[in-house]
């Protein structure tokens, strides 16, 4: 191989790697690691009062799904169902057994954005559930 013909075999080789860097790659999976436990706050608005609950929740995740459960002091649970990225969406349930003994559940979607150290969340609206009505304007902040 001459010399001229081996300095371009390397330079096509350099060019084939570099796009094959800028493509990203799937198989090291996301950078952006949401598992662990976090704090924050369910902040909602009922009967015209903005209420906020202090909230912890625990988070696995295996490639970009991330799973876990949260529950907040006022003993409202949940489980998150979410897809890691900057631009977050996903889904909630979530549990309230009232002071008469009634539970009160439902699911709705959720959305917001993410970063290593913080999730703001918004949760759509929840129809309410016999006479189970639900708060409006939910939001979740958590951190770590």
């Given amino acids: 191989m001459t010399a001229k013909r081996t300095r371009l075999v390397v330079a096509a080789l350099i060019v ?29 608005v009922t009967a015209g009062v903005t209420v906020t609950d202090s909230v912890t929740a625990t988070l696995s995740q295996s490639g970009s799904s ?39 559940s439902g699911s709705t979607s959720v959305s917001g954005t993410a970063t290593s150290s913080r999730l703001e969340l918004s949760l759509g609206a929840l129809t309410a559930t016999g006479s189970c009505p639900w708060a409006t304007n939910q939001q979740m902040v958590l951190t770590r």
């Avoid at 907040?72 to 002071?99: E, F, K, R, V, Y």
């Fill in 66 to 104: 991330v799973t876990g459960g949260w529950t907040s002091a006022g003993g409202t649970t949940g489980q998150l169902t979410l897809t890691a990225a900057a631009d977050i969406t996903g889904t909630t349930t979530i549990s309230q057994t009232t002071i008469t003994g009634q539970v009160c």
């Fill in 16 to 44: 084939i790697a570099a796009a094959a860097a800028a493509c990203g790659g799937s198989a090291a999976g996301p950078s952006l690691n949401l598992a662990g436990a976090w704090n924050g706050a369910l902040t909602f």
